[in-house]
């Protein structure tokens, strides 16, 4: 009888065992089936975290990019803007001298009596000139026959300037204005000029 119940001990014994191992191997599985989708779960979100970092970085980088770019073109164009001022202050600072030597030449005088024979001067017409050509031009004209008041005007590289009030008549043959007229068409006209493409790329 003892040895019966012995035998039933362990049999129940050896089953509760058994039936343990099954529950702790199951729980064992849940667990770690758990703990890969935690794993899962943390991996995913570093994922994404890592993404939207990523993506931040690459926008700075981008925002970065382009600002430098502008900066750099700004700073190219600038430099042109300057160079060309440059360029273009000495080449006319160049042809004012050249005006200049040729208002001290005899050729001067020629266009200076060209202007005067191609006006149809009346007594209340006024010439202006510059103070060094005073005398020059009452001498054309006087020669011409003219007797028409001759004033003193700011006009450093010479000619003249016909004026008639009275008869709402106005004609230049000034140095300074020709100039001036050639080198605003010149900066208007000319190819030494600061163009954009959209299409250049470094």
């Known amino acids: 009888m003892k040895e019966l119940q012995e035998k039933l001990i362990r049999a129940i014994d050896e089953d509760v065992r058994s039936n343990a191992d099954l529950v702790e191997e199951m ?29 931040g970085e690459l926008k700075e980088i ?9 900066r750099d073109r700004l700073d190219v164009k600038k430099k042109l803007i300057e160079l ?14 050249q005006v200049l030597d040729f208002s001290k030449s005899d050729t001067y005088l020629t266009y200076m009596q060209q202007g005067l024979d191609g006006l149809q ?42 004026v008639d009030e009275e008869n709402r008549m106005e004609f230049s043959c000034s140095l300074d204005e020709k100039c001036e007229e050639q080198m605003e068409w010149f900066a208007s006209h000319s190819s030494f000029r600061i163009m954009e493409r959209e299409d250049c790329h470094e």
């Open 62 to 70: 981008r925002t970065y990019a382009a600002t430098r770019s502008s």
């Open 84 to 97: 060309r001022a440059h360029y273009t202050g000495e080449l006319f600072n160049l042809v004012r001298k």
């Open 121 to 162: 001067v009346r007594p209340s017409g006024i010439f202006e000139v510059r103070e060094e050509d005073v005398s020059t031009m009452e001498k054309m004209l006087k020669k011409a026959g003219y007797e028409n008041e001759v004033k003193t005007a700011f006009m450093p590289l010479g000619g003249f300037r016909y």
């Open 27 to 55: 729980l064992n599985h849940e667990k770690e089936l758990l703990l890969n989708d935690q794993i899962n779960f943390f991996r995913e979100g570093l994922e994404k975290d890592k993404a939207a970092y990523l993506e």
